[in-house]
């Protein structure tokens, strides 16, 4: 049974970078039909799409989030990661890591990028 | 980007009533249209995809319909375990964009 488990410091500095790590259990996060991805959600608010990428390093951006964020994976541990640089208090959320049944090759996309299945979220204080 | 809108932002539904539920897009999403359910305390979960596609396990008591920029999710009877907030996506475009959710209550 897949699962993902979000890890990480609950509160950070402000101006500080944070840093979580989700760790795929279950499947392969080199599966060749899924993208990872990585959302949040500030206190008593919405959803907020963060990023996705592909095992191969390929990545989608939040234009809002671009310059401060970074994903990363690490096959070896079957491992994704996400750094946001220079955080102030609008980035304190719940951020949640997920399975995303899509791919695209340099021609057309597969699948379909919607989360299917989700960690249970960890939350991040800026404070 | 595009910009989903839910409406309404609360609906109030006695166990055993319909609840529909819209979305609307700010340009055509075609039908890369997914719809979560989100309890307190909990993830969401993935309900329907590509408009009308039920994920595994959930009951066909859910629904999905419409195209390009108008979406409804129909629960045909409600049960204890559906109330909650209620939250559509597009994934036709980057970035990926959620609407504000419909907080579903009992009325």
């Known amino acids: 049974q897949l699962q993902l488990l979000e890890s990480g410091p609950g509160l950070v500095r402000p101006s500080e970078t944070l840093s979580l790590t989700c760790t795929v259990s279950g499947d392969s996060i080199t599966s060749s039909s899924f993208s990872w991805g990585w959302i949040r959600q500030p206190p008593g608010k919405g959803l907020e799409w963060i990023a996705t990428m592909y095992y191969t390093e390929t990545t989608n951006y939040n234009p809002s989030l671009k310059s401060r964020v970074t994903i990363s994976v690490d096959t070896s541990k079957n491992q994704f990661s996400l750094n946001l640089k220079s955080v102030s208090a609008a980035d304190t959320a719940v951020y949640y890591c997920?399975?995303?049944?899509?791919?695209?090759?340099?021609?057309?996309?597969?699948?379909?990028?919607?989360?299917?299945?989700w960690g249970q979220g960890t939350t991040v204080t800026v404070s | 980007e595009i910009v989903m809108t839910q409406s309404p932002g609360t609906l109030s539904v006695s166990p055993g009533e319909r609840a529909t539920l819209s979305c609307r897009a700010s340009?055509?999403?075609?039908?890369?249209l997914a719809w979560y359910h989100q309890k307190p305390g909990q993830a969401p979960r993935l309900l329907i995809y590509f408009v009308s596609t039920r994920a595994t396990g959930i009951p066909a008591r859910f629904s999905g319909s419409g195209s390009e920029t108008e979406f409804t999710l129909t629960i045909s009877s409600l049960q204890s375990e559906d109330f909650g907030v209620y939250y559509c996506q597009q994934y036709n475009k980057w970035p990926l964009t959620f609407g504000g959710g419909t907080k579903v209550e009992i009325k």
């Open positions: 997920g399975r995303q049944p899509g791919h695209c090759s340099s021609t057309t996309c597969f699948g379909y990028y919607a989360v299917d299945v």
């Open positions: 340009q055509s999403v075609s039908t890369n």
